[in-house]
């Protein structure tokens, strides 16, 4: 059985910052690809970055230079730093981890507003 828990989440004034932390934990190793997406009600998730086991890494263009995507191996946790922040980057975010199959976590509110 693995876990996926997601923390970071909150209220942030417009420009400002937040951090994302996914941590996966029960009978795992040699994660592969770890990432986030985000979803507004009423549209598809939106997948924002991903991390390879290698450390590759993906951006889509909307968070491109303002989110960075980090991971710690030794604590299988996924990282997501967010600068710049903006009202529109308000949504609920969801990271994934890939091991066998693919595992979500319960997914963490950010709220953009000043």
């Known amino acids: 059985q693995v876990q996926v828990v997601e923390s970071g989440g909150g209220l942030v004034q417009p420009g400002g910052s937040l951090r994302l932390s996914c941590a996966a934990s029960?009978?795992?190793?040699?994660?592969?690809?770890m990432g986030w997406y985000r979803q507004v009600p009423g549209k598809p998730r939106e997948l924002l970055a991903f991390?390879?086991?290698?450390?590759?890494?993906y951006y889509t263009d909307s968070v491109k230079g303002r989110f960075t995507i980090s991971r710690d191996n030794a604590k299988n946790t996924v990282y997501l730093q967010m600068n710049s922040l903006k009202p529109d980057d308000t949504a609920v975010y969801y990271c994934?981890?890939?091991?066998?199959?693919?595992?979500w976590g319960q997914g963490t509110q950010v709220t953009v507003s000043s």
């Open positions: 991390i390879s086991g290698g450390g590759s890494t």
């Open positions: 994934y981890v890939d091991f066998q199959t693919r595992y």
């Open positions: 029960g009978s795992i190793f040699s994660i592969y690809n």
